[in-house]
């Protein structure tokens, strides 16, 4: 067998087609790392960047609130001058797979004049035209160019036989050509791995020390070669037809356009249709509407005109707290409808993906990666909800009319959230059933002498 698999790789090597297929590979191989290591950069700055901006923000707060000759009519506002910045942790690997990374924000200010919706500006569900359309990173290479050069490599796998007549000498000898297609899918499976795992090592030799991150790619990497066995295990299965190898090429790539490029784009479609996220435009109609009433009836209950500065003062800061808990009051069962939309879609997104592998291997290599959507909306709750009680402790001070001192500093709520570490178990054991399933029938057919 190790013959074969060694006179096989010869073949391969010597072929100048596959040489320039497997060229094709490195070359988009190089630009994925070069592009991963620049989006990782740029995600390690802007986080030391936010860390600059929170570090100067405790300073000036803690400065403010030691300094004893402030004015109490200053002094009342302390709560509106407190400014918390948010930042989620950095995505193991960020440089794989991109995915809602460039696009979800990852870090967000905190004071008392920020609502549910000024907090982050929402994103849409990610598009499945992605795969085609979007960056390059080893992610995209796996998902959709690495089956295109296994198919360039393997089309003819047995069909080739068929076509020049040795398909029929094979079967007389060796009875079933199971063992020589083995020793084919081997060298050539390998040629388009290897490359993939030699740019998983650059990365992270080159990338951030960040914990975790090799037992991260090393999913990754499990991922990506049950994805590529897959997509050899359907050729052999293709092969097993008694088809030419000119059918057999038209029949995967027809396969690869349809997993790749057709059903994500469709289930985009349907999920966008089945589930229409509401106007924001009613959001701030409701808003604006709240807030104009609640302005009027405020000044109606509290015609008093305040005695002095600092009274004149609290009294603002009073009717911006009162009329920011109307709005938010009168808002959120609009917001609660969008976010149950969003919801919805994903799930149901969720669910049509499984019809198509390279959707399950693309969600699997994201949730490796710590840049799937749910990373990002685990993110946006956890902020919504330290927001929350951040306006509760300030609103606090506002409703007694009390001055913030410094004691109470150590009081204020902390953000604390790390992602959920979760492994893309059932993908990796849907891949796994797939390509199991197409081999086992693929070695069936072909262990039938009138196949070939």
């Known amino acids: 067998m190790l013959r074969l698999i060694a006179l096989e790789l010869r073949i391969v090597l010597r072929d100048r087609a596959a040489l320039s297929l497997l060229a094709v590979l490195v070359g988009a191989l190089a630009l994925a790392c070069l592009s991963g290591?620049?989006?990782?950069?740029?995600?390690?700055?802007?986080?030391?960047?936010?860390?600059?901006?929170?570090?100067?923000?405790?300073?000036?707060?803690?400065?403010r609130l030691a300094d004893a000759e402030l004015p109490p009519e200053e002094a009342i506002l302390s709560p509106y001058r407190l400014r918390q910045v948010l930042i989620a942790p950095l995505p193991v690997?960020?440089?794989?797979?991109?995915?809602r990374a460039p696009v979800d924000p990852y870090t967000t200010t905190v004071t008392m004049r920020a609502s549910r919706n000024t907090?982050?500006?929402?994103?849409?569900?990610?598009?499945?035209?992605?795969?085609?359309?979007?960056?390059i990173d080893l992610g995209f290479v796996v998902v959709v160019l690495g089956p295109l050069v296994l198919i360039g490599l393997l089309y003819g796998l047995f069909a080739a036989d068929r076509d020049s007549g040795i398909a029929q000498l094979i079967s007389a000898q060796a009875g079933s050509p199971v063992r020589l297609i083995g020793a084919r899918i081997v060298p050539r499976l390998a040629l388009v791995l290897l490359p993939i795992a030699a740019a998983v090592l650059v990365l992270l030799a080159t990338g951030p020390d960040i914990a975790g991150r090799w037992q991260a790619a090393g999913i990754w990497l499990?991922?990506?070669a049950l994805f590529l066995l897959l997509w050899a295990a359907c050729g052999a299965w293709v092969n097993s037809?008694?088809?030419?190898?000119?059918?057999?090429?038209f029949t995967l790539v027809a396969l690869w356009a349809l997993i790749t490029l057709v059903l994500p784009a469709a289930f985009s479609a349907i999920v966008q249709a089945g589930y229409p996220p509401p106007s924001r435009f009613e959001q701030i109609a409701a808003a604006r509407a709240t807030?104009?009433?609640?302005?009027?009836?405020?000044?109606?209950?509290?015609?008093?005109?305040?005695?002095?500065?600092?009274?004149?003062?609290?009294?603002?800061?009073?009717?911006t707290w009162d009329l920011a808990q109307k709005v938010e009051a009168a808002t959120a069962p609009i917001d609660r409808r969008f976010v149950d939309q969003l919801a919805g879609q994903q799930r149901f997104a969720e669910a049509l993906s499984w019809a198509s592998p390279a959707l399950v291997a693309k969600r699997a290599l994201e949730q490796a990666a710590g840049t799937d959507p749910t990373t990002g909306h685990?993110?946006?709750r956890a902020s919504e909800?330290?927001?929350?009680?951040f306006r509760a402790y300030g609103g606090g001070f506002v409703e007694r009319g009390a001055i913030m001192q410094p004691a109470d500093d150590g009081r204020i709520p902390r953000f604390s959230w790390l992602p959920a570490k979760s492994s893309p178990w059932a993908e990796i054991a849907a891949l796994i059933v797939l390509a199991a399933a197409l081999m086992v029938l693929a070695i069936r057919r072909l262990a039938r002498p009138a196949l070939a």
Not at 291 to 312: C, K, L, M, Q, R
């Open 37 to 63: 290591a620049a989006l990782m950069q740029t995600q390690i700055e802007g986080r030391e960047e936010a860390k600059t901006l929170q570090s100067e923000a405790v300073q000036q707060w803690r400065k």
């Open 93 to 99: 690997l960020a440089d794989f797979s991109a995915g």
């Open 119 to 135: 907090l982050f500006q929402r994103s849409g569900l990610d598009n499945p035209e992605l795969l085609v359309r979007g960056g």
């Open 222 to 224: 499990l991922v990506a």
């Open 241 to 249: 037809f008694a088809i030419g190898a000119e059918t057999a090429a």
């Open 291 to 319: 807030e104009v009433a609640s302005t009027e009836a405020y000044e109606n209950d509290h015609p008093e005109i305040a005695s002095g500065e600092f009274e004149g003062r609290l009294a603002s800061i009073r009717k």
């Open 378 to 380: 685990d993110f946006r």
């Open 385 to 389: 909800a330290y927001l929350a009680a």
